[in-house]
C-alpha cells in the first residue's frame, strides 16, 4: 500500500474511534497543496459520478483499486470536528428496551441538561440557553421548527437509530444557526454487519400508556435495509397535587390524550468498496390534547404534528480523501387549536437542503472543505403575508492536523442569507494526549441563531414581528481534560459563554408585544462526567453547574440585571448503576433537579423547588430465547414536582416492554 493509502487508512480510524492513539508521524515531507492540485481532476469527476455518469468516467480515466477501511457515512462532520468538544455518546444499556422512550424522558434524568415540560412541548436548555438555543440534526441534517427554531423532544425516539450523540456548547462553524448551548445528533449510518432480524415489541403503561412497533433488519453483503413502524396511544390520566387551589387537592389529569404513529426506513448500497448510496425516510403523525397548567379548569386546546423527512446521500472515497453530497427534503404541518378562544393557528414549512462535503487527507493533516444550499419556505396564517421564502448559502473550510501528541482544528463558516446578513463563524480548537490515559482539550468559537420567520413575520393580535432584527451571536470558550483507564473514566470541562443580541419578546408602548436585539447573557460552568466499570456493575454520572445571568437591562424597569435566568437550575447532576448477572440487567438512576427562578420580584423571586426522581429498572434477555422483558418504574417515590410553573408531572409510572425477536 503506497504512502497517501496508509495516511487514508490512519486517519479513517481515527475518526471511528475517538480518543484512540494514533500511528507515529511519518518523516516525509511532500507539500500537501501540490497534491491537492493534482487531484483536482478526479474530484471533479467523482461528482459526475454522483450524478450518474459512471460509464463515461470509467472510459476516460483508470480507476483505483485500493482498499480502504469503513467510515461512518452519516457522521462525519460530527466525528471529524470532535477536537476540543465535550461529547457522550448514549450507551444501548442506558437507553434500554422501550420503544416510547422519548428524547425529553431521557435527557431528564440521564444527563446535565434540563427539560422543561409544559402543554404539549418538551424544551431543553444546555449551558444556560434558551429553548431555541439547542440544533437537532438527523444524518447531519437540521430538524428545528422554521417558525419558531425549536424542537419538541417529548416526540423524539430514541431507541430506532444506529446513534444517539449529545455535545454540549455549539458547533456552528459546522453545522450553521441554532447551536449555541449544544446539538444532538441523530445517525442512521449501516455498518454492513451481516444481520437478519425481525423485532416485534409491545409496550403498557401507567395512565394509558399502549405501544406497539414492528422493525425488520436486513444486511447481506453490499445492501442493508431497516424499516420501524410505531403506534403510540396514551390517555395520560395521571394524578397530581394542584398546588394553585387552597388545600392543594389531589386531582386527575383528565385532558391529554396522545395518538402518535411513525414510521422510518433506511436503505444503504456499497456499489464497491469506494462508493456508498443510502436513502433515509422518517415520517410521523402526533394528535395531542394540550394539557393546560392548573389554573384552567377546563380547555379544547389540540395540537397536530405531522413531519416528513427524505435524505438521498452518497459518500465516494478516493485514494487520499472522502466527499460526502446530500439531498434533504424537510416538511412540516403544524396546527394548534383552542376553539373556545377562536384560536386555529397553522403553519406549513418546507426546506430543501443540498449538502457537499469534501476531506482531503495529507499524512497528519486535514482539509476540510464543505457547501450548504438551503431554501426554506413557511405559509402560516398568522403572517401579514402568508407565505415567507428565503435562500441560504453556507461555506465552511478547516484546516486540521493530529500526531500523537497534538491535536489543533481552525474552521471558517461564512453565510449568506436573502433577508439579513450572517457574520463569519470561526472555531479554534485544540487537543493534547499528556499521558497514556490522561487528555486535555481547549476550545475558542463563535456560535449564532438566526431569527426565526415568527421573530420576523408575525402579525397576530397584539403582536408583530421585526424584519429588521439580526441573527444573535455568541463567543464559547472552554477547557477540560478527559481521563480514560480500562475501568475507570472521568472528565471536566469549564465553559464561559458570551450571547449578545439575543432576540427578546417585549411589549411596547402601544400595547403590540414585538421581538427586538437587546439580550445579553452571561452563561458560565462546570460539567463533569463519571463511568466506573468493576466487572458485571457499570457506574455512571454526571454533574452540571451553570450559573447564567442577564447582564444588560431591557428597559428601566429591568430588575433582572446579574441574576439567574429564568428555568435554568444551578446545580443539575444524576448517578446510574447497572448491574449485570448472567441473562439479568438491573438498573437504579437517581436525578437531582435544582431550584429555578419562574417569576422575578422586587423583593423575593419565585422559585420551583428542587427535586430528587428516582427509576429502577429489570429486564431479562437471552441469546437462545426470542423474548426479551423489560419492566421499570420511573418516579419511583412518586415524587410531586414541577419542572415549568404550574404544569404538573405524572407520579410513579409503571412500565412493561415486551420484544420479540427473530433471527
Known amino acids: 500500500m503506497n504512502t497517501t493509502s496508509a495516511t487514508v487508512e490512519k486517519w479513517e480510524g ?97 444527563t446535565a441538561f434540563y427539560i422543561k415540560q409544559y402543554g404539549s412541548l418538551a424544551t431543553p436548555s444546555i449551558r444556560g440557553t434558551s429553548s431555541s438555543h439547542t440544533l437537532v440534526l438527523w444524518n447531519g441534517i437540521p430538524l428545528n421548527s422554521l417558525a419558531n427554531g425549536l424542537m419538541d423532544f417529548s416526540i423524539l425516539p430514541i431507541a430506532n437509530f444506529k446513534s444517539v450523540t449529545l455535545v454540549h456548547g455549539g458547533d456552528g462553524s459546522v453545522f450553521g444557526s441554532g447551536a449555541m448551548g449544544g446539538s444532538i445528533h441523530f445517525s442512521s449510518a449501516p455498518d454492513f454487519k451481516p444481520k437478519k432480524e425481525i423485532k416485534l415489541s409491545n409496550e403498557v403503561g401507567s395512565f394509558g400508556l399502549h405501544s406497539n412497533a414492528i422493525s425488520l433488519e436486513h444486511t447481506q453483503g453490499d445492501f442493508s435495509f431497516y424499516v420501524n413502524l410505531n403506534t403510540l396511544t396514551d390517555a395520560n390520566t395521571f394524578e397530581f397535587v394542584n398546588t394553585t387551589q387552597i388545600g392543594h387537592p389531589l386531582q386527575i389529569n383528565n385532558y391529554g390524550k396522545i395518538a402518535s404513529k411513525s414510521g422510518q426506513m433506511d436503505f444503504a448500497y456499497r456499489y464497491d468498496n469506494r462508493t456508498q448510496f443510502m436513502f433515509n ?37 478516493f485514494s487520499n480523501g472522502v466527499l460526502v453530497l446530500k439531498q434533504a427534503h424537510l416538511e412540516e404541518d403544524f396546527r394548534y387549536t383552542e376553539l373556545l378562544k377562536n384560536i386555529d393557528s397553522r403553519y406549513f414549512s418546507k426546506s430543501s437542503i443540498m449538502d457537499a462535503d469534501l476531506k482531503l487527507y495529507h499524512r497528519n493533516t486535514l482539509f476540510n472543505i464543505g457547501t450548504n444550499f438551503t431554501r426554506n419556505s413557511v405559509v402560516n396564517n398568522n403572517y401579514l403575508a402568508a407565505g415567507q421564502y428565503e435562500k441560504e448559502f453556507a461555506v465552511f473550510s478547516a484546516l486540521q492536523y493530529r500526531s500523537d501528541f497534538l491535536s489543533v482544528n481552525t474552521i471558517v463558516r461564512k453565510e449568506w442569507q436573502t433577508t439579513f446578513k450572517v457574520p463569519v463563524v470561526p472555531t479554534l480548537a485544540f487537543g493534547a494526549n499528556l499521558s497514556k490515559y490522561l487528555k486535555f482539550r481547549a476550545k475558542y468559537n463563535m ?28 463567543w464559547n470558550k472552554e477547557f477540560g481534560f478527559d481521563f480514560n483507564s480500562p475501568y475507570f473514566n472521568l472528565s471536566a470541562t469549564a465553559y464561559n459563554l458570551d450571547i449578545s443580541d439575543m432576540i427578546l419578546w417585549q411589549q411596547m408602548e402601544n400595547g403590540n408585544w414585538m421581538p427586538n436585539n437587546i439580550k445579553q447573557v452571561w452563561s458560565r460552568g462546570l460539567e463533569t462526567k463519571l463511568k466506573i466499570q468493576i466487572k458485571d456493575l457499570c457506574i455512571n454520572g454526571n454533574y452540571a453547574y451553570t450559573k447564567s445571568t442577564n447582564e444588560l437591562a431591557t428597559d428601566i424597569l429591568d430588575n433582572t440585571v446579574g441574576k439567574q435566568l429564568r428555568y435554568v437550575p444551578l446545580h443539575k447532576g444524576n448517578i446510574n448503576f447497572i448491574i449485570t448477572e448472567d441473562d439479568f440487567q438491573f438498573s437504579f438512576n437517581q436525578s437531582y433537579t435544582g431550584e429555578v427562578i419562574t417569576t422575578y420580584g422586587a423583593l423575593e423571586n419565585k422559585t420551583l423547588d428542587y427535586f430528587i426522581l428516582t427509576d429502577i429498572s429489570i429486564k431479562y434477555s437471552a441469546n437462545d430465547f426470542p423474548i426479551s422483558i423489560e419492566g421499570k418504574v420511573k418516579n419511583l417515590m412518586n415524587k410531586n414536582y414541577q419542572t415549568y410553573q404550574n404544569y404538573p408531572n405524572p407520579g410513579r409510572e409503571l412500565l412493561l416492554t415486551i420484544n420479540y425477536t427473530i433471527k
Open 281 to 317: 425516510y422518517w415520517a410521523s403523525n402526533n394528535d395531542r390534547e394540550v394539557i393546560q397548567n392548573m389554573t384552567t379548569p377546563f380547555s379544547d386546546a389540540k395540537q397536530y404534528d405531522n413531519t416528513k423527512n427524505i435524505l438521498f446521500s452518497s459518500k465516494h472515497k
Open 14 to 110: 481515527q475518526l471511528q474511534k475517538d480518543q484512540v492513539r494514533r500511528p507515529a508521524m511519518q518523516n516525509k515531507t511532500e507539500s500537501f497543496l501540490d497534491k491537492t492540485a493534482g487531484r483536482m481532476k478526479q474530484i471533479i469527476a467523482y461528482i459526475l459520478l454522483f450524478l450518474g455518469f459512471v460509464s463515461n468516467l470509467q472510459a476516460q480515466m483508470a480507476m483505483d483499486t485500493i482498499r480502504l477501511p469503513e467510515v461512518k457515512l452519516m457522521e462525519s462532520k460530527l466525528i471529524a470536528h470532535t477536537i476540543g468538544s465535550n461529547i457522550e455518546v448514549l450507551s444501548a444499556e442506558m437507553i434500554g428496551s422501550s420503544n416510547t422512550q422519548n428524547l425529553a424522558d431521557f435527557l431528564a434524568v440521564n
Open 447 to 474: 456560535n449564532f441563531r438566526s431569527p426565526t420567520f415568527n421573530d420576523r413575520f408575525w402579525a397576530g393580535a397584539g403582536a408583530n414581528g421585526n424584519p429588521d432584527l439580526v441573527p444573535e451571536n455568541g
